[in-house]
């Protein structure tokens, strides 16, 4: 498996934390960052890391971002096993005049949407850093 950082990186970043599952985090950012750069055309040694200074360094702060926007939403590693399903959706209700309205059940608050959607692709951040060296072409642009 190919790992972008180390906890070291992670524990000296701002806002970074390192706990026992942060190998993990890190794993799973790193296989986030690599679909992103899958595009793109850059050196590596033989074990298929960049070579290139600032393309390592670009890739090492995308991973502990990503690492960090999941701790800071509070994305488990359940969530990134499991996705969705590990989501409790509980319904919200709502009081109107006299009636009482229950929210769909299905809708998910944007905190919890946000982290299903991490679960499988880059944060924005991490996303902006690797698009600052013209990579991440194969991520999803929306204008």
Known sequence: MIVYATTDDVAAAPGGTVSDDT????????????????????????DS???TDFI???MLDATV??????QQLG???????????SVKVTPIETMIGSGRIMRDPGT?????KARVELTKSLCSRSYIILRNINMASSGVELW
Not at 108 to 112: A, E, N, P, V
């Open 23 to 46: 190998t993990a985090y890190l794993e799973f950012a790193s296989d986030i960052v690599r679909r992103a750069t899958m595009n793109d055309l850059y050196p590596t040694d033989k």
């Open 49 to 51: 890391l960049p070579t």
């Open 56 to 58: 390592k360094q670009a």
């Open 65 to 70: 971002t990503q690492v960090i926007t999941w």
């Open 75 to 85: 994305v488990t590693l359940a969530d990134l096993y499991g996705g969705a399903a």
């Open 108 to 112: 998910l608050s944007k905190r919890d």
